[in-house]
């Protein structure tokens, strides 16, 4: 769905609303509770989508950003919005990047993103699969320079969501040794103790990262 769509359906959901706020079925108030962009964004329709467009769909659930290329600006434009308008992202109960090559600068940008607080209340799965944020050296490394995994870790532990996670995917990120280690450390936190499910395939963690992952769960009570 793209802004002009988004810009229709807040149009009908206006005349909807006003000519039924009497039945209590207003849909500005009610409206849209998935969207997803068919093309690429930019930072100026980002804002647009947050200031203009998304704040009449009070009842959003699912924010879909997958294969939306992404960039790390983009990123931390879509943090600092949503802390600015947090009443709306309050409702935001999944929130997918999927595909967007966020890279290691990307993954820094999330962590400040939630770090801002913009989806702190209501946020229950997050979905990073396939963005090149580790960088496990297929020639021999195990991933040792993985500190911004580290920075998004510390933010998920320290409760960046008060409505801890029940679904995080972090697959196909070429993660290795050290950042399974960081995530051990994340699944053994309280925020994360009623996390249900955990996507971590496709990454290279080797025995002792696998060790530390189920470590972290045992410890934290998750899954």
Known sequence: MWPGDVARLTSAARGLGAAQDESGTNLILNG????????????????????????????????????????????????????????FFQTVRSLNLFDNKLRNEGCLALAQALEQGGFRSGLQGLYVRANQIGSYDYGGGDGEGEDHIAVLCEVLKCGACSAPLTSLSLAQNDLGTMAASHIGSTLASLPLKRLRKLDLHLNQLGDCGATSVAEGLAAGGGM
């Open 32 to 87: 849209l509770s998935f969207f997803r962009p068919s093309k690429k964004l930019t930072v100026v329709v980002v804002e647009d989508l947050i200031t203009r467009r998304l704040p009449f769909c009070k009842a959003l659930r699912v924010l879909d950003l997958s294969s939306a290329e992404l960039t790390p600006h983009i990123i931390l434009t879509l943090g600092r919005l949503a802390a600015e308008k947090g009443k």
